[in-house]
Every structure is written in C-alpha cells, then in structure tokens.
C-alpha cells in the first residue's frame, strides 16, 4: 500500500539536515569533533590524533575507527608458555593496540553523539524559528510534511507545545504492550484531522527516543542503552 495520497499531496515539504539545529546549540560535525578531542584527551596510540590530522570531520572519524575495528582478525593472541602453563601474548602487539582504541573511540563518540543531541535546552527559540514558516506553509495546506537527518527531537517539543498541532511519525501506541510501536500504517493509512494541524514527521536517520526491541521500533525516554543486549538504539551515524 503507497503512502497516504493526503501527505504525497501536500505543496510544500521542509527538509531539515544539521545546521537546522545549530540555533538550539547543538554542534555540527567540525564542532562535534574538536568538542570530542577537548572532552577526551586521549593517549593512547595517538590514532585519534593522526585521523583529526588527515581531516576533523565526524564522518571521516566514525567510518575510518569502524573499519579497523572490524578487523579484529589484528587482535589475534598466541600462547608463548608450554601447555602445563599458557601465556597468551598479543600476536601483533601493535596493531593488537590500534584495533582495541579504535572500538574504544568510536564506542565513546557514538555515546557522546547520542548524549549532546538527546535533547533541546532551548525549547524557547522552537516556536520563534519554525512558526512562522509553518503558518505560512498553512495558507495552501493544513498538514505539513518535515523530513529531518537529525536525531534530536526538535520538531517533537514543537508540535508537543502547540494545542492545536499534532504529530504523526510512524508510531501507534499499542495497548496489550503499553508501549508506541512504529507501523507503515500510520504513514499508509494518514487522514487529516478536521480540528487539528497535522505534522507528518520523517526522521530519516532514527532518533534518540527510538529502541530496537524484539524486532520492533518502540518509542521511549531518550535514556543510552549503551551494551544492552535486549534494547538497540535505533540510530544511523554518520557515513554508516
């Protein structure tokens, strides 16, 4: 079934990417970086230094540390004792290192990245930065259509602080579980609300208030599930 014939319709559609957020404080990625580097003053192998030298750009950073994670065949041991009495040594001391720090940076970006944009501290400025361009966007239609990359939940303090608005973002709440489950029907099956503006919200990126759980997306606080192994936070990072 395609989308609602009420959302493909509308004549206007806002795209959000990174500097949408940049005036409720939230870094771009240059920022993001040295902000990590100042936080972190990492030792190590000075692998973080040698990548920041080549080039400061969080994508570059995430996708270059997942890639020698990945190879953990590097991390390989070999027992240097007798059988009576093993001692497991690196095979390859330092590349054994280079692979370890790379999964310990690229662990404490993603945490940092999910912790500096969980949130918006300055609600106040919501209303003042897309208000006016959403009534403006209400003289042709009543429904707006928004699809951001960002992981914040900028438009949802929006439309939560507006009596009038609503938001449909892929989720239903699902009374035997008690919890917002996401299903294609909310987008599918899409009506207008004759006393209610609706937005039509497209989080392409995931968001910080999504989990995986028992092959489902449900929506939560935006607390970090970290190792959790039952709950997975529903986020593509940069370049991945």
Known sequence: MPISHEILSVPRILFLGAGASKFFGK?????FVSHFRESHPFQGTGLLDAMCAKSEDL?????????????????SVINTGTPEAPRREAKWKETNA??????????????DIYLHYRSINNTEKLSAAYMPLLRQFSRD??????????????????????ETFRIIDGFAHNARSHHYVWTRSEFDDFK???????????????????FRNKGRITKG?????GDDAEYKQVLIYPAM
């Open 221 to 225: 606080h935006p607390v970090f599930a």
């Open 98 to 111: 280079l692979v370890q720090e790379a999964g310990t940076l690229v662990d404490l970006l993603k945490k």
């Open 141 to 162: 239609a009543r429904e707006h259509v928004i699809f951001t990359t960002n992981y914040d939940p900028a438009i949802e303090d929006l439309v939560s602080e507006q």
């Open 59 to 75: 994508e570059f950073l995430l996708e270059e540390l997942e890639s020698i994670r990945s190879k953990d065949y590097l991390d």
């Open 27 to 31: 870094m771009l990625m240059g920022e």
């Open 192 to 210: 207008p609300d004759p006393e209610l503006t609706s937005v039509v919200l497209f989080k392409l990126h995931g968001s910080t208030s999504w």
